[in-house]
């Protein structure tokens, strides 16, 4: 069975350094990886999909087969940045998706 | 903002009750599917709904149905609750049209279940 797995619960990280956000996933096929934020007090919402290959916020992220991992990256992050990240995974073209526990990023300044 | 609403916000129900929650999805979504977020954890696939039928279930019981109406409404509903069903449930829309399609999804509904 498939799964997803985000190590990291909560990341702290100061305004204008690096963050990643990582993220393996177990599937034997091909499937399709997603990363979705969640904003203080907001729904749940897409930022963005590797089928894409787009850098949205800032933020890019790379699928690696190798490695079964889809990390996120953002090489300066921004006080606005702090919110709870979702990766998921889906395994067909439905969008039904498979997510992972999430990671809290808190950005001080 | 998206146009996928849920109602009602909140709920409190004690165990053994029924529930039924609804979602309305954006204009012209012909495909709904609902989660199960649990405290601290990611939201969960309940099921899926194209064009008014179940299109695909995860690990939940049949107590667990849901049915999606011709007007872009659906509903949850969960027969014989237990203290475990006490999540936000959130539903989701998209238009599939055999494209990658984005889905939008809901505020969620908070279930206590005491």
């Known amino acids: 069975a498939q799964r997803v797995t985000q190590p990291e619960k909560l990341l702290s990280v100061f305004k204008g350094a690096p963050v990643e956000l990582k993220c393996n996933y177990s599937y034997s096929g091909s499937p399709e990886l997603f990363w979705y934020v969640q904003y203080s007090r907001q729904r749940l919402q897409l930022l963005l999909r590797h089928i894409s290959r787009e850098s949205i916020k800032g933020f890019t992220a790379d699928l690696n087969k190798g490695e079964t991992s889809f990390h996120l990256k953002k090489p300066f992050a921004q006080e606005e940045d702090s919110a709870m990240y979702y990766c998921a995974l889906s395994t067909d073209s439905w969008g039904k998706l498979q997510f992972g526990a999430g990671t809290q990023v808190v950005v001080t300044p | 903002e998206t146009g996928v609403t849920q109602s009602p916000t909140h709920l409190i129900k004690t165990r053994g009750q029924q529930v039924t929650l609804r979602c309305s999805s954006q204009s012209g979504h012909n495909t709904v599917s609902w989660y199960q977020q649990a405290l601290g954890q990611g939201p969960q696939f309940i099921f899926q709904?194209?064009?008014?039928?179940?299109?695909g279930r995860g690990n939940f019981p049949p107590r667990f149905s849901g049915l999606q109406f011709p007007n872009y409404s659906s509903e949850l509903n969960v027969n014989a609750l237990e203290l475990d069903d006490s999540a936000l449930y959130l539903c989701?829309?998209?238009?599939?049209?055999?494209?990658?399609?984005?889905?939008?999804f809901g505020p969620g509904t908070r279930l206590l279940v005491l």
């Open positions: 709904y194209y064009r008014e039928e179940e299109n």
């Open positions: 989701a829309s998209r238009l599939t049209s055999g494209g990658p399609e984005t889905q939008y």
